[in-house]
Structure formats: structure tokens, C-alpha cells
T-cell receptor
Framework: ETGVTQTPRHLVMGMTNKKSLKCEQH?????MYWYKQSAKKPLELMFVYSLEERVENNSVPSRFSPECPNSSHLFLHLHTLQPEDSALYLCASSQEGGLGTDTQYFGPGTRLTVL | AQSVTQLDSHVSVSEGTPVLLRCNYS??????LFWYVQHPNKGLQLLLKYTSAATLVKGINGFEAEFKKSETSFHLTKPSAHMSDAAEYFCVVSWSASQGAQKLVFGQGTRLTINP
């Protein structure tokens, strides 16, 4: 496979469930990102990992827990979510040069519905 | 602080006519600016980016954008629209955050509709 892949593509869960979203990048990049895309709102950056270390947490509730076991994989663990957490969750990766000019490559997203 | 404003939430043009999607930015630094496109049920794809080189940037699928510092604008254009251009377009400002990671701030998006 090439690029950035995300599984599952669709997920429906109850508020008491625990689930995980998976992202894998096949581009040899050293940084990975989670974004949330809600209807009628701009994309929101949730977490940034650089060299497998979390470097950014944009005031995300603790019911979202990221994990980056290696530079190719990124997970988002979900528990006790709320209906307003229903959204498209996008993963991205980039090769960081420290200049802010790098291109981020996005996966297709996981469409999450919380009942 | 960095921010992006896309001036139109929805643009509708006829096939074969020019496309103009407007974007204004605010940045404390010399900005890097991007345009991404998102087709229905797909992830985001980079159209083009400006990184302080040439102010007129050419991208994929015939799109281009011009960086105008005096107007703090980075409008996206295409001379002739194609039906396949129908999608959501995002203007993005980028800068280097802590520990070398990159931060992106997205505009709210412009939905482009192409009429036959």
C-alpha cells in the first residue's frame, strides 16, 4: 500500500464503548497528526507527534487518547464519547524540516458516529 | 497569531468558465500557504503551496495561486472549470511549532459547484 491509510473507514459506537482508530503511513515520514473535521467547522488539529513523541495537544478532552508506537503508526483510542464527537477523523503525516513548509499527506479519514 | 479567512463558503461556476476562490491570511511570520482539495468521502489532497519562492505558484489540475503580501491574499484560480473540479477547497497557513513539528490552520472551506 502507498500513502496514508486509515481503518476503519466507518465506525458507529455507543457512548459507553471503547474503540480505536488506526493510521499507518508508508511514506517514511517522521511526524504524524490527528485532525477532527466536523460539519460547518474548520478542520481542527488534535495531536501532533514528531519522532514518536507527542509535541502538541490542542486542548483535546481526555476521552481521546493518542498513541504512537513507532514512526509509521498512530492510534486514537476512544472511550465514553459524546454525540458531539461524531465527525470525520483525519490522520496526516509529513517529513518535518522544522521550517513549517512541509507538505502534509492525509488519509481518507474515519467517519465516526456516536449514538 | 495565524489565521485564514476564505471569503466565500460556496462558489458556483459553469463548466469551461474561470474559477476564483478567495483566501486572506493573517500571520505573524513569513507564511507558508497551501491550498488543499477534498472530494466527497475522500481525504485532503495538496493542490499547491507557497513557501517564499515565486509568488505565482502552479499546482495540479491547472490550478494556480498568487501570493500578494500587500493584500495578504492567496487566491486560487483556474482558467477553465471542469466537472471533476467540484469539491471542497481549503486555504491553509502553516508554520513551524515546537520541536520542529508543523502546525496548520485551515480556513472554513469553499464548496465549488460546477454547472454543466
Amino acid at each position: 500500500e502507498t500513502g496514508v491509510t486509515q481503518t476503519p473507514r466507518h465506525l458507529v459506537m455507543g457512548m459507553t464503548n471503547k474503540k480505536s482508530l488506526k493510521c499507518e503511513q508508508h511514506l517514511g515520514h517522521n511526524a504524524m497528526y490527528w485532525y477532527k473535521q466536523s460539519a460547518k467547522k474548520p478542520l481542527e488539529l488534535m495531536f501532533v507527534y514528531s519522532l514518536e513523541e507527542r509535541v502538541e495537544n490542542n486542548s483535546v478532552p481526555s476521552r481521546f487518547s493518542p498513541e504512537c508506537p513507532n514512526s509509521s503508526h498512530l492510534f486514537l483510542h476512544l472511550h465514553t464519547l459524546q454525540p458531539e464527537d461524531s465527525a470525520l477523523y483525519l490522520c496526516a503525516s509529513s517529513q518535518e524540516g522544522g521550517l513549517g513548509t512541509d507538505t502534509q499527506y492525509f488519509g481518507p479519514g474515519t467517519r465516526l458516529t456516536v449514538l | 497569531a495565524q489565521s485564514v479567512t476564505q471569503l466565500d463558503s460556496h462558489v458556483s461556476v459553469s463548466e469551461g468558465t474561470p474559477v476564483l476562490l478567495r483566501c486572506n491570511y493573517s500571520s505573524s511570520y513569513s507564511p507558508s500557504l497551501f491550498w488543499y482539495v477534498q472530494h466527497p468521502n475522500k481525504g485532503l489532497q495538496l493542490l499547491l503551496k507557497y513557501t517564499s519562492a515565486a509568488t505565482l505558484v502552479k499546482g495540479i489540475n491547472g490550478f494556480e495561486a498568487e501570493f500578494k503580501k500587500s493584500e495578504t491574499s492567496f487566491h486560487l484560480t483556474k482558467p477553465s472549470a471542469h466537472m471533476s473540479d467540484a469539491a471542497e477547497y481549503f486555504c491553509v497557513v502553516s508554520w513551524s511549532a515546537s520541536q520542529g513539528a508543523q502546525k496548520l490552520v485551515f480556513g472554513q472551506g469553499t464548496r465549488l459547484t460546477i454547472n454543466p
